[in-house]
């Protein structure tokens, strides 16, 4: 039996990533769970950012940002940075993160991050309270120790922070259930 | 060590959702992972869909579509989803999946799926070889068997489907690691 919840912003479940800029001497740094990948020819990511936010204001005046994808382990960090208000605050100190150079645009790397992706701004939505922010990725970077033999991320390795909308969590991720582009073939050649 | 892996549009985990439209007569779906939550005043949806997909022009023809998240043991529906055309086609007969009347828009829910999601379009996007459709979230559904005490999606009992790219896998999420708004307040009390 299907409950209505009427409308709320609930999508299950929602990586959680730390997004970075910089812009005259200035880092910013911000939680993001509101992300996901918008185009594929190029590669671009969406995500969501409060028109207030200090990171957004960076990430405007730079025209360049990276996403920073967390593991597990990093959940106080992660969460710090969605709570705390950049404004005249070095939040990468206060969460005893590391910025590193990034090999393209000028915001930072979040150095304890396994994965990180550098992106140019390429468009900013008004939407309501929110603008969405378009960027096309120009690089990404994986630490060694989590890639496999092949050269991808290993998931496993990565072991990504996810974020719970709702019930307002973090979790891993679980075990592998199944090869995309594969577990489907059988019902494609049942047709 | 951090190793440059080139330009992909890599984003670890993504959701795995089956989207479903349905315009004068026919029905689409099509599986989804490029998608993400873009304003929350109102609650609005952000997804890529490649432009040629038949799903996509139902979107369009009626301005309306519905997100369904799947489970894990849904993996053969919703990688087959994703691998078959609609043109001429009933996926949901096809995947083994039931159609059920959403309560506000005309696309169908997918009963299988725990959490559902009704959308109203509000806007298309060229990007390159696909399109940013964007969805105001007009309603949300779930199994009653998934809501906890407290009327909140609990999602152990959930218990969604992830796509992972680059190694292109399907997985679950894993336990529970900390608290949203609660693990990062020790850090913002030391500043």
Redesign the interface.
Same mark, same amino acid.
């Given at each position: 039996?299907?409950?209505?919840?009427?409308?709320?912003?609930?999508?299950?479940?929602?990586?959680a *990533?730390l997004v970075a800029a910089a812009h005259d001497g200035e880092q910013g740094l911000i939680t993001v769970?509101?992300?996901?990948?918008?185009?594929?020819?190029?590669? *671009?990511?969406? !995500?969501?950012i409060r028109a207030t936010r200090n990171t957004l204001r960076l990430i405007e005046a730079s025209g360049e940002f990276t996403?920073n994808?967390p593991r597990?382990g990093m959940?106080?960090?992660?969460?710090?940075?969605? +709570?705390?208000s950049g404004k005249g605050?070095d939040k990468f100190a206060?969460?005893?993160l590391t910025a590193?150079p990034a090999?393209i645009v000028s915001a930072p790397?979040v150095a304890e991050c396994p994965?990180?992706?550098e992106c140019r701004l390429v468009g900013v939505q008004e !939407?309501?309270?929110?603008r969405?922010v378009l960027g096309e990725?120009?690089?990404?970077?994986?630490?060694?120790e989590i890639?496999?033999t092949a050269?991808?991320?290993? +998931?496993g390795l990565?072991d990504?922070?996810?974020?719970?909308p709702? *019930?307002?969590?973090?979790?891993?991720?679980?075990?592998?259930?199944?090869?995309?582009?594969?577990?489907?073939?059988?019902?494609?050649e049942?047709?």
């Open positions: 039996m299907k409950k209505q919840l009427s409308v709320k912003p609930l999508l299950f479940p929602m990586p *990533t769970a509101w992300i996901g990948m918008v185009s594929g020819t190029p590669p *671009t990511i969406g !995500m969501a996403v994808v597990v959940e106080a960090p992660v969460d710090f940075c969605g +709570i705390v605050v206060a969460a005893g590193v090999s790397l994965f990180n992706i !939407m309501g309270e929110y969405l990725i120009v690089e990404t970077h994986a630490d060694e890639l496999n050269g991808k991320v290993d +998931i990565l990504p922070l996810l974020y719970v709702g *019930t307002q969590e973090y979790r891993g991720v679980g075990p592998k259930v199944a090869d995309a582009y594969v577990v489907g073939v059988p019902l494609k049942r047709m």
